[in-house]
């Protein structure tokens, strides 16, 4: 439909109209050019759609963290239940839950789905109106230990609803980098990280007993207690935890 316009739009177009054509010529050449003018435009008008977008954000391997989905101006909209999906990479993230605590739809009832690996899905709905912009939802996940430091990892939309359609929205999704997570917890008396107590732990304190920092054999892992030097209070932290093991 839009192409057939196109051709008397060109032939008597804004030359037409600029250049004062014969009249008939002219008036043809307006409404047609108005017609196509409007068909072309009309699917490209923002301001009726309402923009979803996500970040860009970074964290922690191990940590948890908080993603938001914004929501551009709402004000006006009668906006009053959204449903969202977003798509994950598993190797990065693991969602846990989704909430609207201290974002423009405080309040509302919200209903996360995470049970899908790689997908969480939010149904929120509320009695108030949206009114602004700002933060619609926050989306909490784990940064996973398989997720590598520095990696560009997408989230994406797959599902953005606002009502029953009305207003559009116009999606945009982000991106989240992971960063270099924080050493992991030793259990007491571990010298070896390997989450249990046990001979392989007391062998690295006799092999250290007796050194100081500073000293060549001195080794920090074996110096249980962090005090500078691997001598009879290691072993009883060791001797306290021995067969303790993590899960
Ligand atoms: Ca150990
Ligand atoms: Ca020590």
Request: no cysteine.
């Amino acid at each position: 439909m839009g192409k057939g316009l196109v051709p008397p739009f060109r032939k008597g177009g804004l030359g037409g109209i600029l250049l004062g054509g014969e009249a008939p010529l002219r008036t043809a050449a307006i409404v047609s050019g108005i017609v196509f003018l409007s068909l072309m435009i009309s699917p490209v008008v923002s301001g009726q759609n309402v923009q979803l977008s996500i970040p860009a954000s970074s964290g922690a391997i191990g940590a948890e963290v908080s993603i938001p989905v914004n929501i551009g101006d709402t004000t006006g909209r009668e906006i009053i239940a959204a449903e969202i999906t977003i798509q994950y990479d598993t190797q990065a993230l693991s969602a846990t839950d989704a909430t609207v605590l201290g974002t423009i739809a405080d309040g509302w009832l919200i209903f996360p789905n995470t049970a899908t690996p790689g997908e969480i899905s939010v149904y929120m709905a509320g009695a108030n109106v949206l009114s602004g912009s700002g933060t619609f939802v926050n989306l909490h996940f784990v940064v996973q230990s398989t997720a590598q430091v520095g990696g560009m990892y997408p989230l994406n939309f797959t599902r953005a609803l606002l009502n029953e359609g009305d207003p559009g929205v116009v999606s945009q999704g982000g991106t989240f980098i992971p960063e270099p997570g924080g050493e992991p917890e030793r259990i007491p008396g571990d010298a070896n990280g390997d989450d249990r107590v046990n001979h392989l732990d007391l062998l690295k304190l006799i092999l250290s007993y007796g050194k100081n920092s500073g000293d060549a054999g001195y080794d920090p892992d074996a110096d249980l207690n962090d005090d500078g030097n691997v001598n009879k209070d290691d072993v009883i932290i060791l001797w306290k935890n021995f067969g303790a093991s993590k899960q």
